[in-house]
Structure formats: structure tokens, C-alpha cells
Nanobody, 124 residues
Framework: QVQLVESGGGLVQAGGSLRLSCAASGRTFDWYAMGWFRQAPGKERAFVAAITGTGGGIDYAGSVKGRFTISRDNAKNTVYLQMNSLKPEDTAVYYC?????????????????WGQGTQVTVSS
């Protein structure tokens, strides 16, 4: 069982930056691929970024590529999402997710464990 706790959300102006963190429980963090998803009001949960256990494989949604960076620190059992050049359309609840193993890791159904979410609001 893996428990995930996100932090770092908040209110930011367009063009600003935020860094989300997700702390995971357990002693085998590097066995899990980690992902970030987001869900805006009235929309389905959508893939943002994911990273394999070793950090050697990374995927991004096209809408965030070049602006967001996913990374992980396996010594701290933590995955990060650095979000730069934020836009109002990035406003959503951001969820951290974990899956045992690696690929596939771009769909909600690929992940087994979820955090409670953290709100990100980007004002224009």
C-alpha cells in the first residue's frame, strides 16, 4: 500500500510559477512510476506528466511540455512538479499518482494509488 500526500498548491498570477510536491509512504518508492494529473471543474481528470522509478523515462502532456518539469528524489520518497509560465487554463485540482512498475503511465487507469489533490488557481 502506498499513501500519497500533495502540497504546494495555491493562487498565482498568470506567468508565475509553483512547485508541487508529493510525499509517498513506503520503502520501495523507486519501484513505482509516479504521475501528476489534473481535474478542472466539469472536466475529466487529465494526464499532466509522469516519471519512471529511476527517473530515466519521462512523459508530458502536450499542453504543458516546455513549461512544466517533473522530477523525483528517491532518497526523500518525493516527486515534484515545477510549473512555470502558468496560464489560467492550468487552474485545476492536481493529483499525484503511483503505479507499481513503469509503462504505461499516461492514463488514469494505469495508476493504482492516488493522493487527495491540491488546488492550483491561476488568475489572469
Amino acid at each position: 500500500q502506498v499513501q500519497l500526500v500533495e502540497s504546494g498548491g495555491g493562487l498565482v498570477q498568470a506567468g508565475g510559477s509553483l512547485r508541487l510536491s508529493c510525499a509517498a509512504s513506503g520503502r520501495t518508492f523507486d519501484w513505482y512510476a509516479m504521475g501528476w494529473f489534473r481535474q478542472a471543474p466539469g472536466k475529466e481528470r487529465a494526464f499532466v506528466a509522469a516519471i519512471t522509478g529511476t527517473g530515466g523515462g519521462i512523459d508530458y502532456a502536450g499542453s504543458v511540455k516546455g513549461r512544466f518539469t517533473i522530477s523525483r528524489d528517491n532518497a526523500k520518497n518525493t516527486v515534484y512538479l515545477q510549473m512555470n509560465s502558468l496560464k489560467p487554463e492550468d487552474t485545476a485540482v492536481y493529483y499525484c499518482a503511483a503505479r507499481y512498475g513503469s509503462y504505461p503511465m499516461m492514463n488514469v487507469d494505469d495508476f493504482h494509488y492516488w493522493g487527495q489533490g491540491t488546488q492550483v488557481t491561476v488568475s489572469s
